[in-house]
């Protein structure tokens, strides 16, 4: 008990330092494609229907989808 007492800076500091790699490496990189998946999402569809005025079904092309979304985690850091 003494031990731990004589460390608990040591330990604070090492569970703070793992608790960014994991927000860093894991939950960061989640949110953004998250975000991209969306962005993307709403781009693609908004000029599929720009462009085809007569169908407003909401679909879009994977093509579009995929320029933009890769264009978000580019512009994200990933």
């Known amino acids: 008990m003494e031990k ?15 608790g960014l790699v994991f927000y860093w490496y894991s939950l960061r990189p989640s949110i953004i494609k998250k975000g991209c998946y ?9 000029k599929f229907t720009d462009s085809n005025l007569e169908r407003l079904t909401g679909n879009f092309t994977k093509d579009d989808y995929d320029t933009y979304y890769k264009w978000c985690l580019q512009e994200k850091g990933l």
């Open 4 to 18: 731990i007492k004589q460390y608990k800076y040591i330990i604070l500091i090492i569970i703070v330092i793992l």
């Open 38 to 46: 969306n962005e993307a999402k709403e781009k693609a569809i908004k």
